[in-house]
């Protein structure tokens, strides 16, 4: 007799591609914005990441003394609040963080080519103007969630979630290749399926379980 073995069944209950269109981002699944403008009368440029879960994040500098500093959403407010603080190389972790905050009247998940709000900073209230750029690449966001479950293995659960912003194939073929590629190591079907997608936001969403059964044939 002969044991044949390492035969695999998998059993994949759902497979969602989706685009993500939460109510509460006025229909935008994902996008990246650059723009120029000041605060008061200092220039500045700053660059926004929008996720399909309303977050954002991103940088601001100020172009003069090329001061950098990172940006991320502040929760539970009714207007728009970003909180920046500037990126230090060294920072004791007990010291008490040095923030500032602007603040928009409307939501900029909505495609406003000029924005006006305020900044804040101890006490100190400025203006802020901001006037959206075109960007030199189109970005976009990849996510593919899994998870599996193994019998008669040493190891019984396997979870796997990527989460991958990348130009398209069309604005930049080198960094795609090299997002998708050599960073995540994605097979060419994938790689291919997700640049054949002209949507900004990709989900592969594998819901249910996944099992994988060894069969032993006599």
Known sequence: MKNIFILFFIIISSIVLAQNNPSDVSQLTFKVDKYKGSIDNSPITMLLTFFPDSNITGYYYYDKV????TIKKLKGSKSLKLEAEQIELFNNNNELRDTEIFEFPQSIFEN??????????????HSVNLIKENLEFAWRLFKYKSIGYFKNSPFSVQMKEISIIYPSISSSPKLNAFFLSENYSLDKNTIDFINSSESKYLLIDLAHPIYFIPIITL
Do not use: D, Q, S, V
């Open 66 to 69: 090329g001061r950098l500093f």
């Open 112 to 125: 406003k080519n000029n924005i006006m709000g305020k900044w804040i900073h101890k006490g100190k209230t």
